[in-house]
C-alpha cells in the first residue's frame, strides 16, 4: 500500500465520522423508520390472526389479498405525500420539515397500539389507517434526506453517506425485525407499537431544536468558492426553460420509470419471501425467520453498504457509467438469486419443528438459501448506493427535492404493486409461491434493461447541468463584485 492510498483511507473512515456528527438528523429519522419497516411484513401472518381471530396460517392463506392491500396501500400514499415534501423541500427547511416527518411517524406508530383486536374488518380498517399515516409520513423522508445532503455533502463524500446510511438501514432493520417478531409472537405487539411511537416523537422534537441547514447549493464544485462568501446566496428556482434542458432529458426520465420494475423486484423478499418460509406447509415462526436474516443478511449488507461505497466512489470518478453498470449487477444478481431461493427444496415443518432454531439449521437446504440471502443483500446495496448520486449530478440544485420526490413515487408505485399483484396472483394460483414469484420477477428485470439504455445519453446530461452551474458561477460572482 502507497502513502497516498493509506492518506486516503484515513481521510475516509476520519470523514465517516464526521459524517455522523454532521448529518446525525438523517441517520435518526431514517434507523427508526428501518427498525419498524419490517413489523407488518415479518409479522404478517400474526397480524391475520390479529386481525380475524382465527388460525394464523389459515388466515393468511383466506385474506392473502387483503394482507397485500394492507402493505402496499401505504406505500401508495409515501408515493404521493412524497411529492408534496419535495416540493416543500426545495422552499423550506429540510430540518424542520425532517421533524414534522418523524412526529407523524410517531403518531402512526403510537396509535397503532391501541387497535381493537380480533374484530375483522373493524379491526383490519383500524390497522389500514395507521399504516396510511405512516406511510405518509415515511413519504418525506427520502426527498428531504436527498435535498439536504445534497447541500450539505461534496460529491466525493455522497456515495460513502448513502453506503453508511443503507448499511446502517439493513442493520436496524434486521435488528427491529427480531424485536417485533419477538413481540407479536408473545403478544406484546400493543407495547412494540406504543413504545415505538414515544421514540419517534423524542426524535422528532431532537431534530427540530438541534438539527441545522446548510445554504443551498454550496457543496457544488461548480458553486462551493462563490457561495462560501456569507453574502452570496442561491436563490434560483426552476423555470420553464431550466425544466426543460435539465429535467426532461433521457437520464432523467429513464431513472423515473425504471424505479417502478426494480422496485417490484425488491419487493419480492420483504413480502412473498417471509410468506412462503412462514406458510403451511414449511410453518417456520416468525422468529425463526429474523434470526435467519440476522445470520445471512445482516453481514451480507453491512459488507455490501460500506464496501460497494468505497468501490463506487472510485469508479463514479472515471465515469458515472460504472455507476449504472453497478446498478444493472444489483438488479441482475438479484434476479438470479431469487429464482434459486424458490426453487430450492424446503421440507415440510409442523408448528414445532418451524419454531426449533436448531433443527430449522440442521437442514443444509438453509445454508444454501442463507448464502443466496448474504449475497442479495450485499448486491441489493450498489443500487441503494449509486441512484441518488446520479440524480443528483444530472440535476440543478432547486430540483433535488421535487426530482428526489418525483423518483420515489414511481418507485412507491413499483413498490406499492408489488404486494398486491403477489397477493392477487397468489390467490389466483392457490398459493403457488413459484409462479408468483416468476411474475414479479419477469417485471422487475425491466429495470436493468432501462438502465442499460441510458448509458446512451447520461454523460451529455451530466456535462449540461455543470454547464449551468459554471454559467451562474459567474453571474453570482458579479453580483458580489458589484456589491
Known amino acids: 500500500m502507497t502513502i497516498n492510498d493509506s492518506s486516503e483511507d484515513f481521510e475516509e473512515k476520519t470523514g465517516f465520522i464526521r459524517l ?194 446548510p445554504k443551498r447549493g454550496a457543496t457544488r464544485k461548480e458553486l462551493k468558492n462563490v457561495l462560501s462568501s456569507e453574502d452570496v446566496v442561491y436563490e434560483y428556482k426552476l423555470t420553464k426553460e431550466t425544466i426543460k434542458s435539465t429535467i426532461i432529458k433521457p437520464t432523467n426520465l429513464i431513472a423515473f420509470f425504471e424505479g417502478i420494475f426494480t422496485t417490484i423486484l425488491l419487493a419480492v423478499p420483504d413480502f412473498l419471501l417471509i410468506a412462503y418460509l412462514q406458510s403451511p406447509p414449511h410453518n417456520i415462526s416468525p422468529l425463526a425467520v429474523a434470526i435467519f436474516l440476522i445470520i445471512f443478511g445482516m453481514p451480507g449488507g453491512l459488507l455490501g453498504s460500506f464496501a460497494f461505497a468505497k468501490v463506487s466512489d472510485r469508479l463514479g470518478k472515471k465515469n458515472i457509467k460504472y455507476r449504472i453498470y453497478m446498478i444493472v449487477l444489483s438488479i441482475i444478481t438479484l434476479f438470479v438469486g431469487f429464482i434459486f431461493f424458490f426453487t430450492l427444496p424446503i421440507p415440510n415443518m409442523t408448528v414445532e419443528q418451524g419454531n426449533n432454531i436448531i433443527f430449522i439449521f440442521s437442514i443444509p437446504t438453509f445454508w444454501i438459501l442463507g448464502v443466496i440471502i448474504f449475497i442479495g443483500r450485499s448486491f ?17 440544485p432547486e430540483a433535488q427535492g421535487k426530482i428526489s420526490s418525483a423518483n420515489q413515487f414511481l418507485e412507491a408505485m413499483g413498490s406499492g404493486t408489488g404486494p398486491i399483484i403477489a397477493g392477487v396472483v397468489l390467490t389466483i394460483f392457490n398459493q403457488n409461491f413459484q409462479i408468483t414469484v416468476f411474475v414479479t420477477l419477469l417485471l422487475g428485470i425491466m429495470g436493468g434493461l432501462l438502465w442499460l439504455i441510458a448509458t446512451k445519453w447520461i454523460n451529455s446530461d451530466v456535462n449540461r447541468v455543470s454547464a449551468i452551474l459554471k454559467q451562474r458561477e459567474k453571474e453570482l460572482n458579479n453580483i458580489s463584485n458589484s456589491d
Open 380 to 396: 441489493v446495496g450498489l443500487w441503494n448506493i449509486n441512484q441518488p448520486p446520479i440524480l443528483q449530478e444530472i440535476n440543478l
Open 20 to 213: 455522523i456528527k454532521r448529518l446525525w438528523p438523517h441517520f435518526l429519522i431514517y434507523n427508526s423508520y428501518a427498525f419498524t419497516v419490517s413489523a407488518l411484513f415479518i409479522n404478517i401472518v400474526y397480524i391475520a390472526n390479529i386481525i380475524w381471530a382465527s388460525d394464523a396460517p389459515f388466515a393468511f392463506e383466506f385474506h392473502a389479498s387483503e394482507l397485500g392491500v394492507l402493505t402496499g396501500t401505504s406505500i401508495y400514499i409515501m408515493a404521493f405525500s412524497g411529492i408534496l415534501f419535495g416540493a416543500l423541500a426545495d422552499k423550506f427547511s429540510r430540518t424542520k420539515l425532517m421533524a414534522l416527518v418523524e412526529l407523524i411517524y410517531g403518531i402512526g406508530l403510537l396509535f397503532n397500539g391501541f387497535v381493537i383486536e380480533g374484530k375483522g374488518q373493524t379491526t383490519y380498517v383500524l390497522f389500514l389507517t395507521f399504516s396510511l399515516v405512516r406511510g405518509f409520513s415515511i413519504g418525506g423522508i427520502w426527498p428531504l434526506i436527498t435535498s439536504h445532503v445534497n447541500d450539505s455533502t461534496e460529491d466525493r463524500e455522497r456515495s460513502q453517506f448513502f453506503g453508511a446510511i443503507q448499511g446502517l438501514y439493513q442493520l436496524f432493520q434486521i435488528v427491529g425485525m427480531i424485536i417485533s417478531a419477538l413481540s407479536f409472537q408473545y403478544n406484546y405487539w400493543r407495547q412494540y407499537f406504543v413504545i415505538m411511537g414515544f421514540i419517534a416523537f423524542f426524535f422528532g422534537f431532537i431534530i427540530l431544536v438541534r438539527g441545522k441547514e
